[in-house]
């Protein structure tokens, strides 16, 4: 069996199969990620982390748009131990948020297994300790690879995994029809009817692309949604809510929200733009959902530039009717539906996360399970929440790592009981 004390070694995983980690495993190379290698690496605790992808935040680098940019202001969006540099705007780019991320995995030596796929991960109760096991590709050679360790590290986050609805007759709509993770520009889209399907972030940005390149974008509104002003008076509006909820309970700081949304932006549901009951801190405490900050898109839902339509009833062959009856001719469908967690697929446990693959235990408490199961990027606050939840994870197993440190400095060795490998 291999033994693994730092990612400094350099072993060939391909021809064994099955690694000791002494160590935490981490699931996912995201930013979430990342920041629990990092704090990990300053408390002094190898690690392994494992990646599908064959890059640190694929999620980032590989299925998102060219014109996104940070939502929030930079000082939220900082990982653990290093802030931005200076010279970057209040909303970085794409670019430079994943340069910031290469920067952040060089600095703290994280060096990712890549191409390694988890197929399951189990905690074995004969021996106390987690079995990852992982198909891992190596250019056109595919080999099993399990992982022992004492510590396993849920990090494949809230956007796992796209959410393509079933829309009856979408088959037979004959053009184009892509999720928005495969959305990058709409200069493909130059002179096209584009349907897009959602109204949250994605389904703004998306929209306002298609129609900075000349394209014909629809909007379809499902449901009710949130939108409030990316900025109020110059000031961030998700700062202005912190700093309210420092003071104010959470259902007055949505009142002033609301009441601020309004002013700037007046009243959006006369665009076919519905608020929910519920608040907008509220429901993305309660329900993740985010609401949107604009950047520009409402200017040109008021101008009819982009059109906003209700539900869809059916597809048919180059067309779309929607729940009000109307048709509309349609060149391309953008699916700005979501994503979702992927954790159920893989993970064979049921106490701490949920079947919808969220920890069961709400904020701030859903960091930490049970055998030394941890979650890490499932606070529904973005990337301040999976910052501070890295911090807790990295402390807890480092106070036990050093104490077993300790405890076999003052006694005789003795050897660890563990199954056979293959």
């Known amino acids: 069996m291999e033994k693994m004390f730092s990612l400094g070694d350099h072993v060939d995983l391909f021809s064994r ?55 929030l202001p930079k000082q939220f969006c900082q990982l653990p131990k290093l802030p931005f540099p200076e010279d970057f705007p209040e909303y970085p780019t794409k670019k430079q948020f994943i340069d910031y991320l290469e920067s952040y995995s060089k600095k703290f030596e994280i ?46 986050g809230e956007n796992a995994e796209r959410v393509m ?26 002179g096209k009817r584009v349907l897009v399907v959602g109204c949250g972030n994605s389904g703004m940005e998306v929209s306002l692309d298609l129609f900075n390149h000349n394209a014909f974008p629809c909007m379809v509104v ?34 002033i929200m609301l009441t601020l949304a309004w002013f700037v932006l007046g009243n959006v549901e006369k665009f076919g733009l519905k608020r929910p009951s519920v608040g907008p801190l509220e429901l993305k405490n309660t329900q993740g959902k985010t609401p949107v900050l604009d950047i520009g ?14 539900g869809i009833k059916q597809f048919s062959c180059g067309l779309v009717e929607l729940v009000n009856g109307e048709k509309l001719q349609i060149d391309s469908v953008v699916l700005a539906t979501g994503y979702r967690s992927n954790v159920p697929y893989w993970l064979k446990e049921s106490e701490f996360f949920s079947k919808n693959g969220f920890p069961k235990t709400p904020f701030p408490n859903g960091w930490k399970g ?14 301040s929440g999976a910052s501070s939840d890295a911090v807790r994870i990295a402390q807890d197993i480092g106070n036990v790592y050093k104490d077993e440190i300790r405890q076999k400095k003052q006694s005789a060795p003795r050897h660890r009981r563990c199954i056979s490998t293959f």
């Not at 198909?135 to 690879?145: A, D, F, K, P, R």
Request: aromatic content about 8%; charged content about 25%.
């Open 370 to 383: 049970k055998a030394g199961l941890y979650a890490v990027g499932f606070t529904r606050r973005g990337l």
């Open 222 to 255: 499902r449901s009710s949604v949130h939108v409030l002003p990316r900025e109020i008076m110059g000031k961030s509006t998700f700062e202005l809510a912190v700093l309210l909820m420092k003071w104010l309970p959470l259902w007055l700081v949505d009142k």
């Open 111 to 156: 060096n990712p297994r890549f191409n390694e796929c988890v197929q399951s991960a189990k905690y074995d109760e004969a021996c106390n300790l987690w079995r990852v096991k992982t198909i891992s590709t190596s250019g056109s050679c595919q080999s099993e690879v399990e992982y022992i360790c004492q510590w396993l590290v849920v990090a494949t």
């Open 17 to 71: 199969r099955c690694v000791w980690v002494n160590g935490p495993v981490i699931v996912g190379a995201g930013p979430s990620g990342l920041a629990v290698g990092a704090c990990l690496r300053e408390q002094g605790v190898p690690f392994v982390v494992l990646e599908k992808e064959e890059c640190i935040a694929s999620l980032w680098q590989k299925r998102s748009y060219d014109r996104l940019k940070l939502h």
């Open 165 to 190: 609805p079933e829309i009856e007759g979408l088959s037979n709509f004959g053009g184009n029809v892509l999720h928005a993770c495969d959305y990058k520009s709409g200069e493909d889209y130059r």
């Open 297 to 310: 898109a409402l200017k040109k839902i008021r101008s009819g530039d982009i059109k906003v339509v209700p």
